[in-house]
């Protein structure tokens, strides 16, 4: 069964300090990963998916399938970075097509 | 464009009593998923629809959930009869098509007493 690991529940920075927001993944193929953001009080959204290569808000996330990980990476964190961060995998397994997501680990930058 | 719209936005009842959610999403999107999310959880699927096809629906409590899409476009995901363990967010989404950007809807927070 694929599945998605968030090993971290909760990570706190200081503000210009390098982030690192680990997931590592289970999938027997080529899976579609995503990380979604969820501000304070606002809707899950889209923040970089690995197909697109973009780099969002200065995140970026690399596909290593020999450690089957996506880890998502910025350099220098800013405040408004605070947010619940979700990876998210894709892609179909057993004639089924179940998006899954981690536990999401909660980012807190401070100042 | 408002992005995909969830109603009611909170909901408490009281266990045994039916509830229904409804999502309407993004105009063209065929691909629509409703999510369960507990408390330090991330969103599980329930079941998707591609246009009015239920598809992916090995995760919804049939003995107690229902959901329709009739005519492909808005959904609902009905509970009858709730239970505590219910209480939680209701998540829809919508894609373009599966395994594309899901865009979220803001949720509906179901509180079972």
């Known amino acids: 069964a694929q599945r998605v690991t968030q090993p971290e529940k909760l990570l706190s920075v200081f503000k210009g300090a390098p982030v690192e927001l680990k997931c590592n993944y289970s999938y027997s193929g080529s899976p579609e990963l995503f990380w979604y953001v969820q501000y304070s009080r606002q809707r899950l959204q889209l923040l970089l998916r690995h197909i697109s290569r973009e780099s969002i808000k200065g995140f970026t996330a690399d596909l290593n399938k020999g450690e089957t990980s996506f880890h998502l990476k910025k350099p220098f964190a800013q405040e408004e970075d605070s947010a619940m961060y979700y990876c998210?995998?894709?892609?179909?397994?057993?004639?089924?097509?179940?998006?899954?997501f981690g536990r999401g680990t909660s980012l807190i930058v401070h100042p | 464009e408002a992005g995909v719209v969830q109603s009611p936005r909170y909901k408490i009842i009281e266990k045994k009593q039916p509830v229904a959610f409804w999502c309407n999403p993004i105009?063209?999107?065929?691909?629509l998923y409703w999510y369960l999310q507990n408390l330090g959880q991330g969103p599980e699927l329930l079941i998707r629809y591609e246009n009015e096809e239920a598809v992916d629906d090995s995760q919804l409590p049939k003995d107690r959930f229902s959901a329709e899409r009739l005519k492909g476009v808005d959904s609902t995901l009905k509970i009858q009869p709730a239970e505590l363990g219910d209480s939680a967010v209701y998540l829809c989404?919508?894609?373009?098509?599966?395994?594309?950007?899901?865009?979220f809807g803001p949720g509906t927070r179901l509180l079972v007493l």
């Open positions: 105009s063209g999107h065929n691909t």
């Open positions: 998210a995998l894709s892609g179909p397994s057993g004639g089924s097509y179940i998006p899954t």
């Open positions: 989404a919508s894609s373009l098509s599966v395994g594309e950007t899901q865009y």
